[in-house]
Protein backbone atom coordinates (compact mmCIF):
# COMPACT_ATOMS: atom_id res chain seq x y z
CA UNK A 1 0.00 0.00 0.00
CA UNK A 2 1.80 3.60 -0.59
CA UNK A 3 -1.16 5.94 -0.81
CA UNK A 4 -4.32 6.28 1.45
CA UNK A 5 -7.10 8.92 0.34
CA UNK A 6 -8.75 10.37 3.78
CA UNK A 7 -11.73 12.97 2.86
CA UNK A 8 -12.47 15.15 5.54
CA UNK A 9 -15.01 17.98 6.84
CA UNK A 10 -14.31 18.38 10.24
CA UNK A 11 -16.91 16.34 11.93
CA UNK A 12 -16.21 13.83 14.32
CA UNK A 13 -15.87 10.71 12.40
CA UNK A 14 -13.69 12.74 9.76
CA UNK A 15 -11.08 12.85 12.98
CA UNK A 16 -11.20 9.21 13.46
CA UNK A 17 -10.87 8.49 9.86
CA UNK A 18 -7.68 10.82 9.99
CA UNK A 19 -6.47 9.26 13.40
CA UNK A 20 -7.18 5.59 11.74
CA UNK A 21 -5.71 6.78 8.74
CA UNK A 22 -2.03 8.06 10.76
CA UNK A 23 -2.03 3.97 12.22
CA UNK A 24 -2.01 2.92 9.21
CA UNK A 25 0.83 4.91 7.82
CA UNK A 26 3.00 4.40 10.35
CA UNK A 27 2.60 0.34 9.66
CA UNK A 28 3.04 0.31 6.12
CA UNK A 29 5.07 3.17 5.47
CA UNK A 30 2.27 4.66 3.12
CA UNK A 31 1.52 8.84 2.16
CA UNK A 32 -1.85 10.47 2.89
CA UNK A 33 -4.33 12.58 0.55
CA UNK A 34 -6.43 14.25 2.40
CA UNK A 35 -8.97 16.05 0.40
CA UNK A 36 -11.71 18.36 1.35
CA UNK A 37 -15.12 18.86 -0.87
CA UNK A 38 -16.79 21.87 -1.26
CA UNK A 39 -20.27 21.22 -2.30
CA UNK A 40 -20.93 23.08 -5.69
CA UNK A 41 -24.58 22.17 -6.28
CA UNK A 42 -25.98 21.66 -9.74
CA UNK A 43 -29.39 21.03 -10.99
CA UNK A 44 -30.61 17.89 -11.90
CA UNK A 45 -30.30 16.18 -15.43
CA UNK A 46 -33.42 14.80 -15.71
CA UNK A 47 -35.10 18.61 -15.42
CA UNK A 48 -33.25 19.70 -18.25
CA UNK A 49 -32.07 22.97 -17.61
CA UNK A 50 -28.83 24.28 -18.71
CA UNK A 51 -27.83 26.03 -15.41
CA UNK A 52 -24.01 27.34 -16.14
CA UNK A 53 -20.60 26.79 -13.63
CA UNK A 54 -21.53 28.72 -10.47
CA UNK A 55 -18.16 31.67 -11.03
CA UNK A 56 -16.31 31.13 -7.70
CA UNK A 57 -15.10 34.23 -8.33
CA UNK A 58 -18.02 35.86 -8.10
CA UNK A 59 -19.27 34.20 -5.27
CA UNK A 60 -19.45 36.14 -1.80
CA UNK A 61 -19.07 33.20 -0.15
CA UNK A 62 -16.56 31.29 -1.98
CA UNK A 63 -13.42 32.83 0.21
CA UNK A 64 -14.70 31.78 3.45
CA UNK A 65 -15.43 28.38 2.24
CA UNK A 66 -11.74 28.51 0.81
CA UNK A 67 -10.30 29.41 3.73
CA UNK A 68 -12.09 26.95 6.14
CA UNK A 69 -11.38 24.20 4.42
CA UNK A 70 -7.64 24.97 3.92
CA UNK A 71 -7.81 25.72 7.88
CA UNK A 72 -9.04 22.55 8.18
CA UNK A 73 -6.66 20.80 5.91
CA UNK A 74 -3.97 22.45 7.72
CA UNK A 75 -4.99 21.06 11.45
CA UNK A 76 -5.10 17.45 10.19
CA UNK A 77 -2.10 17.98 8.36
CA UNK A 78 -0.17 19.04 11.33
CA UNK A 79 -1.89 15.84 13.48
CA UNK A 80 0.41 13.59 11.78
CA UNK A 81 3.65 15.31 13.66
CA UNK A 82 6.95 14.64 12.38
CA UNK A 83 5.22 12.62 9.41
CA UNK A 84 3.48 15.49 7.99
CA UNK A 85 6.13 15.82 5.13
CA UNK A 86 4.03 12.74 3.50
CA UNK A 87 0.93 14.14 3.89
CA UNK A 88 -0.47 16.23 0.78
CA UNK A 89 -3.61 18.05 0.96
CA UNK A 90 -6.46 19.20 -1.61
CA UNK A 91 -9.64 20.85 -2.05
CA UNK A 92 -11.92 19.76 -4.57
CA UNK A 93 -14.97 21.97 -5.70
CA UNK A 94 -18.34 19.80 -6.77
CA UNK A 95 -21.03 17.22 -4.82
CA UNK A 96 -19.01 15.15 -2.25
CA UNK A 97 -19.50 11.63 -3.01
CA UNK A 98 -18.41 12.62 -6.90
CA UNK A 99 -15.58 14.05 -6.60
CA UNK A 100 -14.19 11.07 -3.80
CA UNK A 101 -15.37 8.45 -5.92
CA UNK A 102 -13.62 10.07 -8.79
CA UNK A 103 -10.21 10.45 -6.61
CA UNK A 104 -10.29 7.31 -5.33
CA UNK A 105 -11.10 6.08 -9.10
CA UNK A 106 -9.00 8.34 -11.15
CA UNK A 107 -5.94 7.91 -9.41
CA UNK A 108 -2.97 6.18 -7.79
CA UNK A 109 -4.50 5.96 -4.48
CA UNK A 110 -4.96 2.31 -2.50
CA UNK A 111 -7.91 3.19 -0.67
CA UNK A 112 -9.81 5.58 0.94
CA UNK A 113 -11.13 6.05 4.56
CA UNK A 114 -13.69 7.99 5.56
CA UNK A 115 -16.08 8.77 8.38
CA UNK A 116 -19.16 6.97 8.57
CA UNK A 117 -21.16 9.99 9.01
CA UNK A 118 -20.23 13.74 8.29
CA UNK A 119 -21.90 17.20 9.12
CA UNK A 120 -24.22 17.33 6.57
CA UNK A 121 -28.51 16.78 7.11
CA UNK A 122 -29.80 14.99 10.07
CA UNK A 123 -31.81 12.80 8.30
CA UNK A 124 -28.99 11.71 6.65
CA UNK A 125 -26.81 11.32 10.56
CA UNK A 126 -29.23 8.90 11.64
CA UNK A 127 -28.07 5.95 9.28
CA UNK A 128 -24.86 5.21 7.43
CA UNK A 129 -23.89 9.19 5.83
CA UNK A 130 -25.40 9.24 2.20
CA UNK A 131 -21.70 9.92 0.90
CA UNK A 132 -20.23 7.07 2.47
CA UNK A 133 -22.80 5.49 1.24
CA UNK A 134 -22.52 6.30 -2.34
CA UNK A 135 -18.69 6.34 -1.75
CA UNK A 136 -18.97 2.89 -0.24
CA UNK A 137 -20.86 1.37 -3.77
CA UNK A 138 -19.49 2.99 -6.92
CA UNK A 139 -15.75 2.84 -5.28
CA UNK A 140 -13.31 0.41 -7.37
CA UNK A 141 -10.76 0.42 -4.84
CA UNK A 142 -11.37 -0.48 -0.87
CA UNK A 143 -13.18 2.26 1.48
CA UNK A 144 -12.59 2.12 5.11
CA UNK A 145 -15.65 3.29 7.06
CA UNK A 146 -15.08 4.48 10.53
CA UNK A 147 -18.21 5.02 12.99
Not at 46 to 52: G, K, L, Q, S, V
Amino acid sequence: MNKILIPVDGSEHSKRAVEEGRVLMEGFGCDIVLISVIEVLTAPRRFNIAIPKPDRAQDPYADKETDAALELLKTYKESFGDLKDRVSTQILYGKAADEIIKMLNETEVDMAIMGSRGIGSPVYRNLLGSVASKVLHHAEKPVLIIQ
